[in-house]
């Protein structure tokens, strides 16, 4: 275990539905990050929170609402998904927002969109 | 454009025997450069990370070198064994202005390890 979990582990959604993702790390990080791995494709950063402030938005649709209440907990917030959207979301912390520090990740939550 | 492409996309390879993964980049200005283990199912897990002046790093029976001045970068793995099977990902940071976290990840070589 990295001391960073996600749940669910795996969700199935319609495209009208309304689901939260939910991340929670123990490592006392001050950073925390959502990517998108979709098959055979790179990692895709989709959010950074830096001390719970938001510091980065990769270009993600508004359908993807993040929310970081404190540094251990962060939050995707899904609605009207599209079926392109299916692939496998990770959550993961550093110490710092800094290419120095270490990232790790959580096991990731499996998201099907019907 | 700043990319990192990995070789092969996928390895098969019998348990005992050795193999080399290959990772080429164009990731400018070059932090750092981090080797990842992903289990089927699983978040990705560090191995390596190397700076500029390292050209090589060791974690077990993993060895990752690093030609900084070519922009190549190989994981070899030594006497495989059935655990190693997973996705291999490369991953390089750039120092990019702004101070964040920049990380340029490649797609991964799937490894399986038959019996």
């Known amino acids: 275990e990295t001391g960073v979990t996600q749940t669910p582990r795996h969700l199935v959604m319609g495209m009208t539905n309304k689901k939260s993702l939910k991340c929670e790390q123990h490592?006392?990080?001050?950073?925390m990050y959502w990517y998108k791995q979709s098959a055979k494709k790179p990692l895709e950063l989709m959010f950074v929170?830096?001390?719970?402030?938001?510091?980065e938005n990769n270009s993600v649709p508004s359908r993807f609402s993040p929310e970081c209440p404190n540094s251990s907990h962060l939050f995707l917030h899904l609605h009207t998904l599209q079926p392109e959207d299916s692939a496998l979301y990770l959550c993961?912390?550093?110490?710092?927002?800094?290419?120095?520090?270490?990232?790790?990740f959580g096991p990731g939550t499996r998201l099907t969109v019907t | 454009k700043n990319q990192v492409e990995q070789s092969p996309q996928s390895l098969i390879i019998l348990e005992g025997k050795n193999c080399t993964l290959q990772?080429?980049?164009?990731?400018?200005?070059?932090?750092?450069l981090r080797w990842y283990k992903q289990d089927t199912g699983r978040g990705p897990v560090s191995l390596t990370i190397?700076?500029?002046?390292?050209n090589t790093k060791s974690n077990g029976r993993y060895t990752a070198t690093l030609d900084a001045d070519t922009k190549q970068s190989s994981l070899h793995i030594t006497a495989s064994q059935l655990s190693d099977s997973a996705s291999y990902i490369c991953?390089?940071?750039?120092?990019?202005?702004?101070?964040?976290?920049?990380?340029?990840f490649g797609a991964g070589t799937r490894l399986a390890v038959h019996p």
């Open positions: 993961a912390s550093s110490q710092e927002v800094s290419v120095a520090y270490e990232q790790y």
């Open positions: 490592l006392g990080h001050n950073a």
């Open positions: 929170y830096n001390f719970k402030e938001q510091t």
């Open positions: 990772c080429n980049y164009t990731v400018s200005p070059f932090s750092n």
């Open positions: 190397m700076t500029f002046s390292e």
């Open positions: 991953v390089v940071s750039g120092d990019f202005s702004g101070g964040y976290n920049k990380l340029i």
